[in-house]
């Protein structure tokens, strides 16, 4: 695996496990807004694996 793959995996992994954390927390103290947060960091994962495979010289953007 490249090291441009290897960071793309690694940043859509962190943002999945963020936003599962945020699931949890958000069904615990019921609060709406980090529900909201999980939905928006559980659509970043699928957006770092687009950029990572349609432009992999644009990770070093982010």
């Known amino acids: 695996?490249?090291?441009h793959a290897h960071i793309e995996d690694s940043?859509?992994?962190i943002?999945?496990?963020i936003a599962i954390v945020l699931a949890s927390a958000s069904v615990i103290t019921e609060i709406v807004?980090?529900?909201?947060?999980?939905a928006a960091l559980s659509l970043a994962?699928?957006?770092f694996s687009a950029v990572g495979f349609l432009a992999p010289a644009?990770?070093?953007v982010f």
């Open 45 to 47: 994962g699928p957006g």
């Open 15 to 17: 943002a999945f496990q």
């Open 58 to 60: 644009a990770i070093h």
């Open 11 to 13: 940043n859509k992994k």
């Open 33 to 38: 807004l980090l529900a909201w947060a999980a």
């Open 1 to 3: 695996m490249s090291t």
